[in-house]
């Protein structure tokens, strides 16, 4: 007997609507052509059913251990829909800390990087000092021993070595890379005015690249310019984490879309950075949302499936899903399939999500409309159904 029957549903099927009963059975979705007993018989009553939304690029899970602050960021990714989250930075001690709170039916399925590897007063070690020293953040920490527990830094291959068996013993999901101008690395790596603003030597990328793969661990990189892409893809990168143009007017050449659609790594947009220079740098903001425009029209011309990740610490990736809306060039066909089985892809690459095929885990979304009429249904949300269980969320 199957636990739920959905009756009178139209279900997504990644290019329409179809009208379908559905099946939860032993946590699977499953389809018949003939009625067959349920223990529950949900009516649908002709509303729209779509996989769980995912973000593939946030940081607001493990950068603390407070009971309360998790969960309520877990309700606020379960009430805006998204069930999966890539955490791209993260501190393997509060990890640890919050694993109850998450990768349960009721919660948030989520996989870390824990902290990236980058350069000598590289990214992100200025942004976690000042987030310490203004804010408070990470009190279990001093500024001498946030290294090798906020980010790793190193220089040389030696170095490199080293750090790698300090990553590599907190447990990570995969790995993450921070390059950034790294066709600047040696102008930048020994000048204080670019503190913050650098990050691997990227001659260290394809062997680190090696490392990782020989352990079956993925790499994330962080990237910048269209050298820096480029670099990361032709090193080996399997993600890219900011598509560039995030936060700069920075236009992605023929040749590196090109060599993204041989290399089949994974893309992120995290556009909605831009929006913090929209009073304060008005025509950088300007600028920016240009080259968006131009870089995400290119890159679905070239075929390529981009996944929606919003690098926003203060919500979901609702934001970037609302922000590529706008941005008016993305049909609503392909941004929800961006924001649910490219995204899901990207996040669990080896579970059977992101889709409502048979077989499927039988996770989804119950929207009131047709969101491929009107995006803004997509947020109208009825029902939520996690691994085969029906999900009853707090006020």
């Known amino acids: 007997m199957a636990a739920y029957r959905f009756d009178n549903g139209v279900w997504f099927t990644g290019e329409g609507f179809e009208a379908r009963t559905a099946y939860v059975i032993d946590g699977r979705l499953q389809y018949s052509g003939k009625l067959l007993p349920a223990a529950d018989v949900i009516d649908l009553a002709g509303k729209y059913v779509v996989p769980p939304y995912c973000e593939a690029h946030n940081h607001n899970f493990g950068s603390g251990d407070d009971e309360a602050f998790v969960q309520k960021t877990v309700n606020a990714y379960l009430e805006d829909g998204i069930f999966y989250a890539m955490m ?12 109850d709170q998450l990768n349960t039916p009721a919660s948030v399925d989520v996989v870390f990087a824990n902290n990236g590897l980058t350069g000598s007063g590289g990214h992100p070690r200025r942004l976690r000092e000042f987030l310490m020293e203004r804010y408070g953040r990470y009190p279990e920490f001093t500024k001498e021993t946030l290294p090798d527990a906020g980010y790793f830094e190193a220089d040389t291959l030696e170095e490199m070595r080293a750090k790698w068996s300090l990553i590599f013993a907190g447990r990570p999901d995969f790995i993450k890379v921070m390059l950034l101008y790294s066709e600047q690395y040696d102008l930048r790596k020994d000048n204080p005015s670019y503190y913050g603003s650098r990050g691997l030597d990227p001659k260290l990328l394809p062997t680190l690249v090696k490392w990782a793969h020989a352990e079956d661990l993925r790499v994330a990189v962080h990237v910048e310019t269209d050298f820096d892409m480029r670099t990361s893809l032709e090193a080996g990168a399997d993600i890219i984490a900011h598509i560039p143009s995030n936060s700069n007017p920075v236009t992605l050449s023929d040749n590196t879309i090109e060599l993204a659609k041989r290399s089949g790594a994974a893309l992120v947009t995290t556009f909605t950075v831009a929006n913090r220079y929209r009073v304060q740098a008005p025509e950088r903001y300007a600028a920016t949302i240009a080259t968006q425009r131009d870089n995400l029209a290119r890159l679905l011309e070239a075929g390529l499936p981009v996944a929606i990740g919003s690098d926003n610490t203060q919500g979901t990736a609702r934001s970037e899903a609302e922000h590529l809306a706008r941005l008016g060039i993305v049909d609503n066909t392909t941004l929800l399939r961006m ?55 707090p006020p």
């Open 339 to 393: 924001w649910t089985d490219y995204c899901a892809q990207v996040v669990f690459p080896d579970r059977p999500i992101g889709k409502l095929e048979a077989g499927f885990e039988a996770s989804f979304l119950v929207l009131e409309g047709n969101p491929l009429v009107d995006f803004s249904h997509a947020h109208r949300i009825s029902l939520r159904v996690k691994d085969g269980q029906v999900l009853e969320l």
């Open 88 to 99: 791209m930075g993260s501190f393997a001690y509060y990890r640890e800390r919050i694993a």
